[in-house]
Every structure is written in structure tokens, then in C-alpha cells.
């Protein structure tokens, strides 16, 4: 890119506002989606939390891994088995599931942040008992599915503290001990909310929140949260958005300044929705 | 157990000189072997580490996972290779083991070391950079088996000051971000000699170093680090028994004040080798 | 004694929850009667509360001293003469009595306690103006009997964060900067309540209270306060009991989580007491 | 500027790696020339200054007058006179300069800055005797012309911790009371070096050293401090350049990491010299 | 003076109680009058705030300067316009108040508290913005003179924290970053109500509240806030008293303990006022 | 005493250089002799050590009290019983000691300093085994009279840092536990030493050191410690001033600034010799 001096420095100049007001805020990043498993885009996010974290911006890195958990199962011969969109995770499962998201996702995304120049350090729900779980109920039974009880904040303010980004597997830990499968999306909400968080963004693989599905011109820009039920009524939201969705309302709810689902296969996508006056996807307000 | 009050009282002021002498001190735990497989004495270990860091004494606990290493392989259809007793370590075998050892063996040590009522933290060596290891060199290509470049004690401070118990697996990492299959006797030690660790205990499935292999009775309390070489020369340290009391050595040699193997089939050998003026096993100074 | 490694392990393990239980709270033990004269007796008490200072519980001893004071008394030539059980106190009295307490016993104790592994800091009501008192009214004119008006916290905090065993001389001070004989189980209840202590342990010379006072096997082992009154009338509790259950009841009264009165004639009651599931003598709370 | 977010995301992860080797570091910045007196110039040097603290770099800025000063003096009908390029400052001057310095630009400066959103505090000499200075002894009286005698970083680094940018005016401060007049070139160099700075910025009204003064094209990038004294024999370094480029060379060997001498006629040229890869004006190291 | 060492001690002792009462606590002393142009009398002022916050005293001294504003004025030919009592503050006259106040008068106070062995650290309203002004709104158009919208205390507090005595000139600066000027005496009385000062100390060069302006032997010692618009209705508080006192009246209203116009021709009278039981001029209650 | 108001704060002002030289320094001071007897003189003491510690010096007391002991020991019937002019001290003998300093004396002088607004901490030489003793070995047994084997500073530092003036006894404790009496002022000498005081005050009963012993006109003002021997052999220091001068020649060679023999009954003498130009009694240096 051949860039004029002058243009370079405008451009830090322009992203002044937006540091000094995410200045020593937290700030919750829900990775997944295209943008974790292209390396380029990869490059791209290490690069952006770099960057914040730099600027004063504390950032916390909440993941899934339902990919690399498929490839797993696959290849100990276990089927993956999903019951209206929850992945059905028995004893054997749950063991795959927190080796790979604990042992192989968080690990390697611990490396790849230092790789890049910053400090990491990897955490997932039972470290610190930061994430307590009960079995999730309903209709169905899910098995080691769980839904949070309470989020303890000590060990991602710790590690803040201490200088690291936290980078936060959500498996959480039952009061007897045992592994729960959590949904990222609703940890990343409930973690955003127990840490009063200034913006939590959700990477997904959509433009944002369209009028029309069909048309990317008509994204919806903001969202008051009030309107949902409305959208939801109209269609607006609908399917896999709806789940989704409710994340960024509980989080709003419960005290988080802003929610915004970002399309994470714009590279630099964080960087955009922080540093810039466009902003890019649908925020919940 | 029948025992009257003032029995009990008595153990626990015998127990006091010991309390003294670790109190506010670090003491490295290298946790394996069958005390690692047998519930029981799990059951034990986890109640000796929370007594330990409830009574002021800083434990810090290393662990290796090799049946669990084994038995995933095998699931996944990939035969387990030694090579002079290392295992040999391709890219799919790095990606078992991290695995296993940060997502299950040590997150499951995480959990249980809470059910007990203590407060643990797991890392490995990616977090925080701790472990920096490089490829061993050496006349075989063992693949991904590392050698520790240096260690960062930063993650393991913060984690005691915060008031954790650190719980850690040795997967290292190297300068280019890839992770590295590092011996756990050996972080052990390196870690406790970074540490400037008061004791050192290798947890084992032996009664110590025996004069005569085949009978305890001819158990060796304390060995000086310098008689070594002799005790080898001598063939009363031989076999898998030479990189173990190596690790001792080392440790002692870096720093160390003292080095312990002990047997691990004993249940709460931990408490009685720090706070019984028996101790147990074979230690070196 | 006799005991085999697993049940010395055993007994510490069983002290575990106590421990935590207790961890970082203050005890107030008050010491006295034969667990002060006998020396062997003496000897546990010191070693008890380094033991209990060691894994992290913040003890602090208030003690009277009436049998070394009658001799001195008595060596002066100097008749001690008691008024409804409470010592008629004279300017000549009250000098003895605080040479006694604060020059005598009081240095002993710190002495002895540190002989035994401690470290120690003798204060008495003077000092930072611990204890504000004022003269007792009431029907007889008992001299420099003194009632305490305000207790600060202080300098026994301070003692404590520095990291020593407040012992604490009950002599308090008027505002006038006259001394004054305070009743050191009132004294101790006042701080044990001022400093929102755990427990407050009033050593004593008897089994606890019984049902029928000949018969140590009707202990009464839990009092709730409220029970008090009906025991009074009940005459459960009399005699020289009363004021001693008073300074109980007060002390639960003003937030103290229990107090007890255990029996000082056994060795090792107070480690009982605090680090064992029998306990001994008889709680209120 | 029409910049698409792809280049605006661009240009923010370029300057990655330059924020990262400033942040926490003390850059010091000697403001003078163009870049003061024309406003849009001032407007970009401001922002530049805000966007450098908010990212963690800890600018120290240190200012001249010379214009403002002479207007004033015309403005009172004092002649400006100037002996060797130094201004000969008798008492009604140095009261004159001390007005304008600190009472004027300074002020005008702080002001400046907090309303481009930064914090700042005004300093001198003086305060907290920070620059205590001699009367400058030579060939000519100069009258209250100083040198530095000792630099007392205490009141800057206050600043610096306390969260403001420290602005200096460089009125020095005799050890009779009496006020200095200090050539504010060597009051940064002297500044600098005593602070550790990782570099100083000089802004000046050239392009920077010229290997033919007449040709633009011909800029000397770099030049290590060890090659001065033949640049200067060579005369490529002359006449208002060698008081500059001393005060560079003294920064450099008193411990500064570089001196560069920027062109302060190019907009943002602080931001350009520290967080891109060009660089601009010549650098001494 | 001729004085025993018995008197010397005497009065060292007599001032104890003052002492004790002072001690960390903040006093704000308004400077003016002849007390800042009789040589003899500053230099009794400088001794009295060096003795003062050396025995613990913190104190503020805020300064106005209009005999060198107008000294200066008239210098550059500038004729000073007075409407009301109050100053006509055009673009020209606030620069040589500003350069006056924050570059003369300010920076001398400064150098001549550290010639008497004090710590000092000059500040005007707009460093750290500490005084927020805005156009004085009235029947007259005054120019840039400015009403206190907002005092921000904490460069003054970081600068007593920091061990030096703060030195305000009474600058203030709009949110537009333009100067104003204020009225020392209320800038004084806002600073201490913000700073909840213990005692504000307005230096006049008048005796006091006299009941007879023309009989000094009249003097009111102490009045009470509540009857100040009694006092104001007989006349006894008229004229160029009425805003002074008004002054005390808001600074007492505001949470300042007390207020008290003394008499700055009398040698050390600050240190008579604070640690002697005498006191002089008036109090405001 | 009737002193104008410019006279008392003239005083005030001639203290301050006196102030700022002692402020956050230690002055470590030997209280004894008709001062500590005297009412009048006691009082004056009490008010100099609450002036002192209120302008900033950090006061040590250290007390001896053979009169009160030789009274006790009287009432007791026990012959008091000297050998080189050192208390023969027996077991019955340091108990009385221990009970009359510790108790009686020590806490006399806190109640006392605290009804003169001070804060103050009583110590003796057990607390925090502050005075290691041992016996004083030589010629003659003195039976529990001690030599200091080391000074642990902690208690005392602790006790100035939480604000009290610590006030201490000179008996000191055995590494067996057992109490030795101490001669106060080598103690003192000690103390300072270890503190590193800036000056140590020992208060006699004696002008100072005089040339002609029976004319008070010949007092030396200031003797250079290396002097000491050549006044010793010349018979100036002789008698029962060779010990007390021997603690000031000790104190200056282990590091105190000076010591400082004076006139304890002059009222006041403490405060004339730290706080006024012209001291009192002897210094050595």
C-alpha cells in the first residue's frame, strides 16, 4: 500500500477519539467464525488485540472451537450429535471438548498473541473456579451441556492486572467438580456483564443485522435492545441470529455499554468497530 | 481411626518446627506416577497440597500425563514411539500431547485441587511465555521434544501472589510459537531452581534409592549431591533411575536447597516428607 | 507416643477445614487459672498459639494474673481484700497490680511464647490508649476498679499486621491518666467484640457447664444466649459462673461469633477447641 | 482525505511495533520554530502530543519564546540585543523573558493541550527547583544568561506519574533566588539526558542536516555522534547548526538513546519521526 | 531580641495545642496587600508558610498582583480601566495579567519560598484545569474577567502530596481554552471549599471588622456568618469590605471551619493567627 | 510571662532551621536524673517529646528508674546491694527490676505522654526480642545484669512508623528467655546506633563537662570523641562520668551524628538543645 506520510499520520490522528474514550476500558472480544480459522484473518485479529492492548484498551479474548471439535470427534470415531443447535456431549464428548478447546484452541491462540508481540495467558472456566456450571435444563436432555451459575471475575482482573490479555476457553465447572459445555456467545455476554464491560463484540460471519437477509445494503446500524422483541416478531431476527442476538440483549441488559455483532471476515474487523468513526455490523444498544 | 484429643494435639505441635521451616517458602511438587492414577491417593495429594498452602507454604505443582498421552493416542489409532525412552514427537503426536496434558490432565488437577477447597490456576508453559524450549538436539531427530531455553517465573509469581496454587503442564514453547514436548522431571526442576525453591519432591513409584535394588530394607535417607557420580560408577544409580537423580543434581546444584524422590504409593507422602521428622524416600543436598 | 506416619498424616488432614475455617480471622483467647501455674500446662498453651499464629490465624492473648499478684501483695505486706468478689483496689493496690500484670506476667508470657518459636508484643491498656476506662460505680466505693468506656483497636491491629502476637495486660487508663484494675474477662469480651473477632476462648478450671455440677458427664456442650436467663433461673448457672457467662453472652452479643469456655486443666485445649470436630467445654452462641 | 478502512486498519498495525518500543518510555520534545508560531502546525503538534500520551509514551515538552519575547521587549521600546547569538539579558529583560515564558507561552501551551483533550501542567525552572542554573561565564557579559548547573527530574517525573504531560519553560533559577535566562535547546538536551529518555526530538525550520546546504535531496539520515567533529571540519555542520548539533551530540552521550532534529514545517512531523518506519530530518546516535 | 532560653521554650510549648490542631490539615492563605511589597514583611510571610508546613501544615497560597499588573500596564502604555471595582479585561490587558500573575508574581513566590528553605510548585487556573471560568455575566461587559465554574483539586492536592507547598495564581481558563481573570479573594474562598480547608486566611491591610472604621480599638474579634446581613444593614460592613467578606461568608457556607481577615502589615501574622491563642483581625464562623 | 506577639513568633521562626535539620530524623533520648523526679521538670519533658514528634521528629524514649526500684526493693524488705557501682541483681532482684520498669515506670510515661497529647507505645527489651542479652561476664558476678548481644530494630520502627512515640525499658532478654537488667544508658547508646540517630540526648544532673569541675563557668561545649582519652588521663573525665561518656564516645564511632550530654534540670533543656542556637551541656562529635 503506498501511503503518503501525511495520510499516515491522519489516519492516527483520526483514531485519537476512539482511544482516549476505550482508554483503560475493558472491552470483550467473542472470537469464532471465519475469522479464526483463516490465517489471514487470524494475522489480522492477533494484530488488532496487540494493538489495543497497547493503546491502554484491556481487552479479553473469549473463544469456542466447534470446528476443531468436529475434526476430533471425527477422528476418534464419535459422532457429533446436535439437539436443536446444542451439540449433545456426553462424558466422552465433554473430555474431547475441553482438551481441544483448553488444551488446543486456547493454547495456540496464547502462542500466536505472543508470536505477535503481546502477553497472554490462557484461562478457561474451572482455573480460579471463574466459571461455575450447572447442568442446563429443559425438554431435552444434553448431558455435560451447561448453563452459568455465577461468574468469578478475580482470575481475568488478575491476569489484566498483571499485565496479560486473558484468553478464556469456555468450559465451565459444575460445584461437583464435573466439566460443563458452554455456549462462548452467552460466557462472552455473562463475562462482559460481570466485568462491566465498555463494548462486547461478537465475530460472526454476516454482515450484520439486515432488513432483508437477501441484501446487504440494508443492514441495520444500531439496535436499541427495547426493539427486539418487534424485530424478532417481524422476521427481522430469525434462526441462528436469534440465539445470538439475546446475548447482546442480556449483556446491554446487565450493564455492558454496547454489544456489536461484527463481520469478522473483514479483516481488521475489531480494529474498525473501536478505532474508526464508521463502525461496522449492527450495534445493540 | 480412634484417636484421643490429646494425641491429635500432639501430631499437630510435632508437626509445627516444619511448619516454621516451610512457611512462606516455595516447595515444587513434580506430580506423576501412581499417585497420579490411583484414586485414593489423588484424593490424598490434593489434601496434603491444600493443608500445605493453607498453613503459609508456597506449592507449586508440576505434572506430566504419560498413560493419558498413551491411551489418546491409541484412540486415534497412532502408535506411541520411544526412542532411548523419549517419546518420539511429530506434529500430530505435539497436538496429543498438548492436549491432553493442558486440556485434560491439568485442567482436571485444577478442579479437583478446588473440590478439595483450595484455588488453583493452571498454565502451561505457552502462558505468559513461561517455558521457552528449543528442538533437542542429540544424535536421534525426536521431533517436537524440547529442550528449556529459559524460564519466565513472572506467570507462576503472579499466580502465587494472587493466591493460587499454579498447576502446571510442560508443553514449552519455542521462539517461532510452536510448542515443544518438554520432560516433566526435568521443568520440574529447571522451574524450582528459577524459583530459588526451598524443596524439590519427584513423586515416584519407588521406595528411594535402594544399595540393593531388590530389598528396601537398604533404602539410602540422603545422598550428597557429589557422591553422584560414584553411586553410578557404583551401579546403584542405573537404568531409568539416571535422568531422575540427574534432575536432582541439577536442581541442587542451580539452587535448590534440597531434592527429594519420594514414593508416591504412600498415601500422603507429600506431608509426611515436609512435616514429619522422618521424612521419607531418598534426598539429595 | 507412638504413631505410625499415616495416622500422624491423617490427624493433619483432619485439621484441615478447621484451619480454613479459621484462616486470617482473630481469636481472642483469654488465658488463665491452672493452664497458667502448672508449667507443663503453660508449655502447650505457647505451643498451641505459635501453632495457631503459624497457619495463619491471628491470635490474640489476654491475660489477668490474680495469684501473682496476692503475693506480691502478700510480700509488700499488704492485705488483698476482695468486695463481692472483686479485689479492693487502693493507689498502693493498683500500682502492685500493674507492676505485676504489666512488668511481670505480661513480659513472662512474651518471653515464653517466643522461647517457643513466637513472635510477641506485650501491650497493655495504656499503651495507644487500648483501653479507655473509668471508675466502676456501683453500691460499694471498690476503688481504682475501673469499667472500660472505649477500647481502641489500634495499636492491637497494628501488632498484628506487623506481625505479632498481641499480649495483652488488662490495666486500663482514665482519661484523667490514672490506671485502673480492669476484670480481664470483661476485658477480653470487650476486644474480642470490638475487633469482630472469630472466637473468644475463656480458659478456665473447670469441665464447662453441667447440668448437675457434680457430674461431668451433663456438659452442656452448645448454649444458645438466649437460653441464659432460663439457666440463671434454672440456677444451671451460678455462682461464680455468672459473670463469666455474662462476658460470654456479651461478647456473642456484640458480634462475636461464639465464645467458649473450655477446660484449661487439659493439655492442648485451646488447639481442641479450634482444630479439632470434638471441641470441648461449653459454646455460646 | 477519502481512506478506505482497509488502509485507515493498515495504517494503525504499521504503527504497531513503534508504539510498542516507546510505550512506558520518556520522549522528550524541544518545540520551537514554525511548528509554534503557525496555527494549523500548532494544532497537529498538540494532537500529535495526545495521541503520543494516550498510547503510553510519556512526552516531556520543553519550549523557547524567542519571537514572542521580542515582540514584548518591542512592545515595553526595550532593544532586543543579541552578542554571539545570545540574547544579552540584562535584569528588565529577564523579567520580560520570564513574563513571556512562563506566564504566556507556557500557559498558552497547557491550555492548548487540554483542550485537544490532553492533561498538562506547567513547569519552570524554578519550580521545585528544578533547573538551578549560573550565570554563563565567558569572553562577554551576557548579564542573566545561565547555564545548568543541576537538573532535579523529581517535579517532571510528579508530573508524569500524577498522569500530566510536563510543558517547561527553561528559566533557570540561581541559588540566590535569581532567574536565568537558558537556551531551551540545551535545557532539553540537559532535560533528556537526566531523565533517560529513549529520544530526544529537536523541531526545527530545516529539513535536517544537508550534505549540500542548498539541495534538499542531499539529507544526511543518520549520523553517529563520533562523526560530528569532520562534519563540522568539513563545514557541513556550521554556523547555526553546531549549537544544535552539540546539544544533540551532549543528549547522545549523556545517555540518550537518539537525538533527532525533524523539520517542524511538516505537519505531525513528531508522529511521523516516532511511529513510522521513515523517519524524517537527520538522527544522531 | 534579647530572650532567655526558658521564654524560648515557653513559647515553643505555648504553640503546641495550635500545632496539634493544624496538624494535616489544609490552610489556604490568600496573599496580597502590603504584606507582598514591603520587603521585611514577605520575607516574614515566606518564613511563617516554610515553618508551617514543616510542623505539618498544609498550606495554599493563593496570590493576586495588582500594583504589578498595573505597573506593567502602564509600562507598555496601557491605561487600566476599572469598572465597579472590578478591572476591564480586553484580549490585551488578559495576556499581561496572565504574563503578570503566572510568569512574575508566581514564579518570584516560587524562587523566594525555596530561597527560605521551602519546597514550592507554582500553578494557575489552567494547569490540570483546576479553575474552570466562564464570562462574568452582569449590567457591564467586563471583557475576559471570569466567574469559577468548577474547581478541580487534584493538581493542588498531587502537588501537597508530592511534599511541596502549591503557589495559585488565580488564572482561570474557559472551556474554550481562552484565560480569564478572577478575583483572588474569591478564588481563595472557592479553593479552601473544595479543599475543605480547615482555615482560610485572607491577608488584608486593614486591622479587621472595626464597629468604628476610625477607632482600631473597636475591633470585632469574631462574627458569626449568620449575622453578617445585620452588620451590612448598620453599615458596619460596607465598601470595598463587602465582597471580602462576602468572601468568608461563602467559604464558611461552603464547609471551610473558619475564615479570618488579618492584618498583613503586622509581622508574621499568619503564624500569630494559627499558632498563638491570641489571634488577630476577624474571625468569620 | 508576658511576651508580645512579634516576640513569640520570633522564637517560632528561630526554632525553624532547627526543624528542618531534626525533620524525619530519629533523636534518641536517655531520660533520667531529677528530671524524670521533678514534677515540674517532668512535665516540661512530656511537653517537649509531644512538640517534637508533632514537628516531625521521630522521638525514642529510653528510660532507666533506680530511685523507683531502690523503694520497691526497700518495701520488700531486700537490701539493695551495689558492686563497682553496678546493682547486684539476683533472681529476686530482676523481677523487681522487670516489675518496677516495665511495669510501673514504663507505663507512667506513656499514660503520661498521652495525657499530654501524645501517642506513645510502651517497649521493653522482650517484646519482639527487641535487647538480646547476655550475662556480663568479668570480674565480679552481677548475677542477672546483661551486656546487649544485639539490637533488633523492627518493634521500634514499627512503633515510630504507626505513628507512637516508643518509649522503652531497658531490660533485656536472654536467647534462654531469661530477663537481664541493662544499663540505660548503654542502651540507649545501642539503640541509637542501631536506629542510625541523628543525635542522642542523655539527660544528667550535671551542667555538662567541665573543665574545673566546682566552676560551672568552665563547660566544654563540644569534645571531639577523640579527644576523650587525653581529657580521661588529664582527670577532666573521671569518676562516675567515665561510663556515661564512654556510651557517647561509643554511640558517635557506631554512627549517631552526636551525643549530646545535658542539664535535665533545666525545664525544657531537650527542646533548647534541639530546637534554639545555643544547646546546653556537652556534645560529643
Not at 472451537?65 to 475434526?71: L, T, Y
Not at 498473541?113 to 425438554?139: F, R, S
Not at 439486515?210 to 434462526?239: C, F, H, M, Q, W
Amino acid at each position: 500500500m503506498e501511503l503518503k506520510n501525511n495520510m499516515r499520520s491522519q489516519v492516527l490522528i483520526d483514531a485519537l477519539p476512539y482511544i482516549q474514550k476505550y482508554h483503560d476500558k475493558i472491552v470483550v472480544v467473542k472470537y469464532g467464525g471465519n475469522a479464526m480459522t483463516n490465517d489471514e484473518l487470524k494475522d489480522a485479529v492477533m494484530n488488532d488485540i496487540v494493538l489495543l492492548s497497547m493503546v491502554g484498551i484491556k481487552v479479553v479474548l473469549v473463544h469456542g472451537g466447534g470446528p476443531e471439535i468436529n475434526a476430533m470427534l471425527k477422528k476418534v470415531g464419535k459422532e457429533s450429535k446436535f439437539i436443536g443447535g446444542l451439540r449433545y456431549t456426553d462424558e466422552e464428548t465433554i473430555d474431547i471438548v475441553k482438551m481441544v478447546l483448553c488444551g488446543k484452541v486456547n493454547k495456540e491462540l496464547v502462542s500466536s498473541l505472543q508470536t505477535h508481540g503481546g502477553k497472554a495467558l490462557g484461562l478457561c472456566g474451572c482455573d480460579g473456579q471463574m466459571i461455575v456450571a450447572q447442568k442446563l435444563t429443559g425438554d431435552v436432555d444434553l448431558g455435560y451441556v451447561g448453563d452459568i451459575k455465577k461468574v468469578t471475575t478475580k482470575p481475568i482482573l488478575d491476569a489484566l492486572n498483571n499485565g496479560y490479555v486473558p484468553i478464556i476457553s469456555t468450559v465451565g465447572i459444575g460445584e461437583d467438580g464435573h466439566s460443563y459445555n458452554i455456549n462462548a456467545d452467552t460466557a462472552a455476554s455473562r463475562i462482559a456483564a460481570c466485568l462491566r464491560a465498555e463494548n462486547l463484540i461478537l465475530m460472526t460471519d454476516i454482515v450484520g443485522l439486515l432488513e432483508d437477509k437477501d441484501d446487504d445494503s440494508t443492514l441495520i446500524p444500531t439496535v436499541n435492545v427495547s426493539e427486539v422483541p418487534y424485530l424478532k416478531k417481524k422476521g427481522i431476527i430469525s434462526g441462528g441470529m436469534i440465539p445470538k442476538i439475546d446475548c447482546c440483549v442480556e449483556a446491554v441488559r446487565r450493564g455492558v455499554k454496547k454489544t456489536v455483532i461484527i463481520d469478522g471476515r473483514i479483516p481488521h474487523s475489531i480494529l474498525i468497530e473501536l478505532l474508526t468513526n464508521e463502525g461496522i455490523g449492527t450495534q445493540f444498544i
